[in-house]
T-cell receptor, first 111, second 114 residues
């Protein structure tokens, strides 16, 4: 089955800096790669996703890149703000199967 | 507003007791999922169901049971056979209309064994 590795487990940046979180997946059949943000005591919320027919996707300060050959995908947050502080999860799935998640990255943005 | 409702938010259980966590959705989604979250472990799949009266085990199904009698509801029972049930439980749903992909999550139930 699918296995998703996520790094780093914790990340501390200064406000205004960029943050990058990386994930690798094992199943070449996976074709959907979402990123979720989870605030303390709440359920995860989808922030951006990418499908395997696209190499990069951007939404304001957030971007995701996908390298299918290397089975890598990454989340990039530019101009970080204190409200970006949260736990971020990557996930992978093949259409019709359940999402398999990485172990999460705790991002702290200090002002 | 459409969404997923999990109840209760906090649940305390004595050792040896079964307990049922509720998950209801009004998104008209066909598929529903249960995940368990432990610190540093991410979200691990317990059970999922893509259609009423059918469900499949996930990676950590032992000690749990589910039912799917209605499209809107997917309750999870944590049985006394689950050796370490204290965790944060999350329910999610997806729709085939969106390729079974974009998952919406509830706000979670924190279960504590006392």
């Amino acid at each position: 089955g699918e296995n998703v590795e996520q790094h780093p487990s914790t990340l501390s940046v200064q406000e205004g800096d960029s943050a990058v979180i990386k994930c690798t997946y094992s199943d070449s059949a996976s074709n959907y790669f979402p990123w979720y943000k989870q605030e303390l005591g709440k359920g995860p919320q989808l922030i951006i996703d990418i499908r395997s027919n696209v190499g990069e996707k951007k939404d304001q300060r957030i971007a995701v890149t996908l390298n299918k050959t290397a089975k890598h995908f990454s989340l990039h947050i530019t101009e970080t703000q204190p409200e970006d502080s949260a736990v971020y999860f990557c996930a992978a799935s093949e259409a019709g199967t359940a999402l398999i998640f990485g172990k999460g990255t705790t991002l702290s943005v200090s002002s | 507003d459409g969404g997923i409702t999990q109840s209760p938010k906090y649940l305390f259980r004595k050792e040896g007791q079964n307990v049922t966590l509720s998950c209801e959705q009004n998104l008209n989604h066909d598929a529903m999922y249960w995940y368990r979250q432990d610190p540093g472990q991410g979200l691990r799949l317990i059970y999922y169901s893509q259609i009423v009266n059918d469900f499949q085990k996930g990676d950590i199904a032992e000690g749990y049971s589910v039912s799917r009698e209605k499209k809107e509801s997917f309750p999870l029972t944590v049985t006394s056979a689950q050796k370490n049930p204290t965790a944060f439980y999350l329910c999610a749903s997806t729709s085939p209309n969106r390729g079974w992909t974009e998952a919406f999550f509830g706000q979670g139930t924190r279960l504590t064994v006392v």
